[in-house]
T-cell receptor
Framework: GENVEQHPSTLSVQEGDSAVIKCTYSDSASNYFPWYKQELGKRPQLIIDIRSNVGEKKDQRIAVTLNKTAKHFSLHITETQPEDSAVYFCAALRAGAGGTSYGKLTFGQGTILTVHP | DTGVSQDPRHKITKRGQNVTFRCDPISEHNRLYWYRQTLGQGPEFLTYFQNEAQLEKSRLLSDRFSAERPKGSFSTLEIQRTEQGDSAMYLC?????????????FGPGTRLTVL
């Protein structure tokens, strides 16, 4: 089955710096890669996602890049703010038949991001 | 609130007791998922439904676990004869179930503590 590895497990930055979180996946049939942010005691919330027919996607201060050949994808947060502090999870979803998805999300282990004021 | 809801939010039980959790998905979402999350880990897939059909069950889902979605709307997850290792956050998610970019929206979770 799919295996998703995420690094680093903790990341500490100063406010205004950039943060990069990297993930690798094992199943070449995976074609959808969402990123979730989870604040303490709260539900995971989708912050950005990318499909395998796209190499990069940006939404304001957040961007995601995908290298399908190397099976790598990364989250980039620029101009970090204290409210970006949370646990970030990458995930992978395998394509199903008929243009649908397989259903099961496989998550990475998470990265605890701390942004110091 | 039109998001995914779960009930109860917290459950404390003694080892050996049965517990049941409920999940109400976003209306018109055909797919409903159950995940388990332990401290410091990412959510782990347990099972999912397309309407009322249970399409996949993880090997994590032992015989003590059963999930239902009888009318294709809300779902229940039952754990029989709970063990201390069952202590975790149980997350429910739902999605439209169409297309390859099928975003899953999570509920707030039910935190289970088995004493």
């Amino acid at each position: 089955g799919e295996n998703v590895e995420q690094h680093p497990s903790t990341l500490s930055v100063q406010e205004g710096d950039s943060a990069v979180i990297k993930c690798t996946y094992s199943d070449s049939a995976s074609n959808y890669f969402p990123w979730y942010k989870q604040e303490l005691g709260k539900r995971p919330q989708l912050i950005i996602d990318i499909r395998s027919n796209v190499g990069e996607k940006k939404d304001q201060r957040i961007a995601v890049t995908l290298n399908k050949t190397a099976k790598h994808f990364s989250l980039h947060i620029t101009e970090t703010q204290p409210e970006d502090s949370a646990v970030y999870f990458c995930a992978a979803l395998r394509a199903g038949a008929g243009g649908t998805s397989y259903g099961k999300l496989t998550f990475g282990q998470g990265t605890i991001l701390t942004v110091h004021p | 609130d039109t998001g995914v809801s779960q009930d109860p939010r917290h459950k404390i039980t003694k080892r050996g007791q049965n517990v049941t959790f409920r999940c109400d998905p976003i209306s018109e979402h055909n797919r409903l998922y159950w995940y388990r999350q332990t401290l410091g880990q990412g959510p782990e897939f347990l099972t999912y439904f397309q309407n009322e059909a249970q399409l996949e069950k993880s090997r994590l889902l032992s015989d003590r676990f059963s999930a239902e979605r009888p009318k294709g709307s809300f779902s229940t997850l039952e754990i029989q004869r709970t063990e201390q290792g069952d202590s975790a956050m149980y997350l429910c998610a739902s999605s439209l179930g169409r297309g390859p970019r099928d975003t899953q929206y999570f509920g707030p979770g039910t935190r289970l503590t088995v004493l």
